[in-house]
């Protein structure tokens, strides 16, 4: 037995399988050519991030048409940070989206487990080949011995970091390295790094094509002191023996991609194809940054479920920003499911894309507006049951009535954008129950251009005869013809044209009905509503408001 394997085997003494044995135990997939396997791979410290959700859509896409796989791997290394029950809560937040991964920690898989914490024994196992090889050593520096190389670096203005002369470790003998082992010194593993400063390497990424950095020449740390991976080897690893072909992921990772593509190399593993996303972006002072968790509540996708925003209108916005082409199919395909879309990799922007809260409220509406009100009530009532119990109560006290109101203007060539988000239908449609409607009414926002004496006269008159019993033209009519008696002018340009000799207009003459019977100025198509409140209910509130005035 050489020296390296007697280092190996006094960190190492219980590893005795070998890097072969795991290949065979983690064999290549069995998918048809083409097929795609793909990972969101979420470390459990907090919220999903809108950024980590476009790249899980995307990424579970490509797998989904390819007839691939999609896997969800829990990267818990950073102990630390780690918030309890937060990964859980992540894989809740993907399932509300409709995205499920085939696989996740959640469940045996023959790759996993897919927990990084309890993958150590795959870890170490091609670490102690690593160091027998003399691809990997341990490191013995104390924080004090980091902190005067980087002080010296900084200093002579030279590149910072474990590296060359600076890497003191790596040219310890053998023996002595065997001897602080057994004495119990604390350690880390590095990488033993082959790069060259002048050296550049390249990779073909699906989405920017070749790009090129200089090589990497720092001796990273592969495992910590606690006997965990970091994040650079852990991934490879991995992607590596959970047979990953497509790497999908931030653009903030390019720059690490020669550290990954090297210890690929090393180990004689192929390189799995890597993607970079586009990082979402915002606006702030007229200057482009990062989406941040720390300055944005809509960094957090809680900020969407939490609003009511229609999980379809999100995915939807996010759909856009994925492909260039999307918006223009959609355009041709505008009741399709987003799903019949096939996204490509060559279709997606180079340049970070920049957050649009506005799209997505415009998308939503569209959304909302297309959905039947039977789908639209049941998304409702399960946002409501979880966020707005008031709204909850108002749907199970009569679920076909709030059906019939949500249902205005709904079945058409062009239904109406009465509804942003499930947040606003309460205050939107809320006027339809007599409780809220008696409440409200107690201040009444008529036209001060109106006397009480004019609006108790109209009301008086409009409901000896509703004309609820008309179909909606004939009804408009009617009430058209009433105010026209009444020196209303018939449409708002001749009012506009001739201020002077009207009262007001015909809409004029309809607000002061509607604020009678609903209590605000602006309501869905107001013939339905009247419609819906019916004869009797009309009479009520018009009377009870002609008692207030």
Request: charged share 30%; aromatic share 12%.
């Amino acid at each position: 037995m050489n020296k390296k394997e007697m280092i190996a085997n006094a960190i190492f003494p219980d590893i005795k399988k070998s890097v072969l044995d795991l290949e065979i135990e983690f064999p290549k997939r069995n998918l048809k050519e083409g097929a795609i396997v793909t990972r969101f791979a979420p470390s459990p410290t907090g919220f999903l991030h809108t950024g980590s959700l476009f790249t899980s859509l995307v990424s579970w896409r490509f797998a989904k048409q390819t007839e691939g796989v999609f896997f969800l791997r829990l990267e818990d290394t950073d102990q630390k940070r780690e918030i309890k029950g937060s990964g859980d809560k992540v894989i809740e937040q993907l399932k509300t989206f409709g995205i499920e991964p085939d696989e996740s920690y959640l469940e045996e898989s023959m790759y996993g487990p897919l927990i990084q914490s309890e993958r150590k024994e795959i870890y170490h196992t091609v670490i102690k080949e690593m160091i027998i090889s003399g691809d990997a050593y341990p490191c013995f520096c104390s924080h004090d011995d980091l902190a005067d190389i980087r002080r010296y670096q900084e200093d002579n203005k030279l590149l910072p970091g474990y590296y060359g002369e600076f890497a003191t470790c790596r040219h310890l003998n053998d023996d002595e390295v065997l001897d602080r082992i057994k004495k119990g010194d604390d350690f880390v593993i590095r990488f033993k790094s082959n790069g060259q400063a002048d050296q550049r390497v390249s990779f073909d990424d699906a989405i920017r094509g070749t790009i090129e950095f200089p090589e990497n020449i720092l001796d990273i740390v592969i495992m910590k002191t606690d006997q965990l991976p970091t994040y650079h080897f852990a991934h490879v690893v991995d992607d590596h023996f959970m047979r990953t072909t497509h790497v999908t992921r931030g653009e903030e990772w390019m720059s690490s991609a020669p550290i990954h593509l090297e210890i690929f190399d090393r180990l004689n593993w192929t390189r799995p194809i890597y993607a970079h996303f586009p990082v979402i972006m915002k606006l702030d002072d007229g200057k482009r940054r990062k989406l941040s968790k720390r300055k944005d509540e809509e960094a957090s996708v809680d900020y969407f479920l939490e609003k009511g925003y229609p999980i379809e209108g999100f995915l939807e916005y996010l759909m856009t920003l994925a492909n260039s082409n999307f918006e223009e199919w959609r355009i041709e395909n505008p009741q399709a499911n987003i799903f019949d879309f096939d996204l490509s990799f060559n279709k997606m922007s180079l340049d970070g894309a920049l957050f649009d809260i506005e799209k997505i409220k415009s998308i939503s509406k569209d959304r909302l507006s297309l959905m039947n009100a039977h789908d639209f009530t049941d998304n409702a009532l399960a946002y409501a049951r979880q966020y707005e119990p008031k709204l909850e109560e108002m749907i199970e006290i009569d679920r076909q009535y709030f059906e019939d109101i949500i249902n205005i203007g709904r079945d058409q060539e062009k239904p109406r954008k009465d509804y942003e988000k499930y947040a606003d239908v309460y205050d939107i449609v809320a006027f339809m129950y007599d409780k809220n409607f008696y409440d409200m009414i107690e201040e009444l926002p008529f036209n001060e251009r109106f006397s009480k004496d004019l609006i108790k006269e109209i009301l008086d008159e409009y409901i000896e005869d509703t004309g609820l019993n008309l179909d909606q033209n004939e009804w408009f009519s009617a009430l058209k013809d009433k105010a026209v008696k009444r020196n209303f002018a018939p449409r708002p340009k001749d009012y506009k044209k001739n201020p002077d000799q009207y009262i007001g207009h015909v809409g004029d003459y309809a607000e002061i009905v509607r604020i009678a019977a609903c209590g605000k100025p602006d309501t869905p198509n107001f013939y339905d509503v009247l419609k819906i409140l019916g004869q009797k209910r009309v009479v009520e509130r018009i009377s009870y408001t002609i008692n207030l005035l």
